[in-house]
């Protein structure tokens, strides 16, 4: 049965959406507001449309730690609920996290490991298990090399749900000025042109692997999602030639669409979730629009503002 919704699905602040079907629901993780003395808001949703507020997930860490966390994703294993995630101070220091709960809605404890050590700054990990049982991470981090320099999209393997092999390896580098995050930025004491690929999430569809990502800033009207291909999870990924991003900003109704994650609706279709900030900029909510796949890859029914309906077919 179809469900008419409109954007947002969830009107207060909610960033960085990562959504996990759980039985006949659906259990939202989200950067922003501390809960119950937890960080990460948790929303439970039976068609993500209409979502109600259960609490926070992570036990906080010693302030030392950071008291900035972003972007949970969490990932089913051995019975439990794992949630990957970084901290740090601000927009400095962060580094990639692991955290369990014996029920999805938490509480989550941390495991006391920092996965990413050798990195200078790490974000946005995304848990995939590929068909043969193989875990990999994905992330974001910031590299320094090359001729585009800023924040890239790696993987490394892992090794149990509390370990990296130690392989990380950056799989998308960027290539258009579309993903200039700021011209002149200084960053790590020079001056540079920065690019941002962040927030990556890795779908398997027919066989080849889609890592969608976000990419450039958020304050100017190319920002969005796009995506690249691969047969294997470590690659070769490869951006597809003369296509626009899946997402981008509509000015004055939605801006800076980024962050998503690909979840199958409740009738079947796959639905992509991602935030935008609000006109007045002051909140990032959840959005949610439809995926359609052909031979040529996914294509977004979006970002739509306006009344509409799940499951959608091509307009």
Not at 189 to 215: A, I, N
Not at 280 to 307: H, K, N, Q, Y
């Amino acid at each position: 049965m179809p469900i008419r919704y409109r954007n947002p699905v969830h009107d207060a602040y909610f960033a960085d959406p990562f959504v996990l079907r759980v039985g006949e629901g659906y259990v939202a993780y989200g950067t922003g507001r501390v809960v119950d003395g937890r960080a990460f808001e948790v929303l439970t949703s039976s068609d993500l449309v209409t979502w109600r507020s259960v609490g926070g997930a992570l036990e906080l860490l010693p302030p030392e730690m950071g008291g900035d966390y972003w972007a949970p994703e969490v990932a089913e294993a051995d019975g439990r609920w794992w949630m990957y995630y970084s901290v740090g101070h601000g927009d400095v220091g962060h580094h990639l996290r692991v955290a369990v709960a014996d029920h999805p809605t938490g509480p989550f404890v941390d495991q006391g490991v920092n996965l990413t050590p050798d990195e200078r700054f790490a974000i946005d990990a995304s848990p995939f298990r590929d068909e043969d049982g193989t875990w990999y991470l994905f992330h974001a981090r910031d590299v320094l090399e090359g001729d585009r320099v800023g924040t890239m999209v790696a993987v490394d393997v892992l090794d149990g749900m509390t370990r990296l092999r130690g392989l990380s390896r950056t799989i998308l580098r960027p290539s258009d000025d579309w993903q200039v995050f700021l011209r002149q930025r200084k960053m790590y004491g020079q001056l540079y042109d920065w690019h941002t690929m962040e927030g990556p999430f890795v779908r398997k569809y027919e066989g080849r692997y889609y890592c969608f990502y976000s990419g450039g800033s958020w304050l100017e009207p190319t920002y969005g999602v796009a995506y690249a291909v691969a047969d294997h999870p470590l690659g070769p990924w490869v951006e597809p030639t003369g296509v626009p991003p899946l997402l981008r900003t509509v000015t004055d109704r939605v801006i800076g669409p980024g962050h998503n994650c690909v979840i199958t609706g409740p009738d079947g279709q796959d639905v992509i979730v991602y935030h935008a900030w609000n006109p007045e900029r002051t909140a990032r909510r959840m959005c949610i629009d439809p995926v359609l796949w052909s031979p040529d890859g996914p294509r977004v029914l979006g970002p739509s503002f306006t009344p509409t309906w799940l499951p959608r077919s091509d307009e």
